[in-house]
């Protein structure tokens, strides 16, 4: 079973920047492509970005391309997104999730149900 979490959140004013960090233990991290979600409140759950096992592949959704960037270190068993340029939109509970495939990374989907292990969650607050 792999064990996912995540780190990094805060609250920070409108156009700063934070460093999400998803740290995995308990299973074989390269088996695994790793995407974020966040959920706001009172919203379902939405992808964010995702990286393929090796990390050469990724894929953002149109809100986060050119603010956030998503990277893995496999040696530390660890997935990054560096978000840049924060909007008051993205206050959210951001959530990192690994699937056993690069399917998803590849076509750019982002599929709940294709995700088979999560994380808790870290909070994202961007306000003035």
């Known amino acids: 079973q792999l064990q996912l979490v995540e780190s990094g959140g805060g609250l920070v004013q409108p156009g700063g920047s934070l460093r999400l960090a998803c740290a995995a233990s308990?299973?074989?991290?390269?088996?695994?492509?790793i995407a974020w979600f966040r959920q706001a409140p009172g919203k379902e759950r939405e992808g964010v970005s995702s990286i393929s096992t090796s990390g050469g592949n990724t894929n953002y959704k149109d809100f986060a391309k050119g603010r956030f960037t998503i990277s893995r270190d496999n040696a530390k068993n660890t997935v990054y997104l560096q978000m840049n340029n924060l909007k008051p939109e993205d206050t959210a509970i951001y959530f990192c999730?690994?699937?056993?495939?690069?399917?998803?990374?590849?076509?750019?989907?982002?599929?709940?149900?294709?995700?088979?292990?999560w994380g808790q969650g870290t909070q994202v607050t961007v306000s003035s």
């Open positions: 999730a690994a699937a056993p495939s690069d399917f998803g990374v590849i076509v750019g989907t982002f599929r709940i149900e294709d995700h088979h292990f």
């Open positions: 308990g299973g074989t991290f390269t088996d695994y492509s």
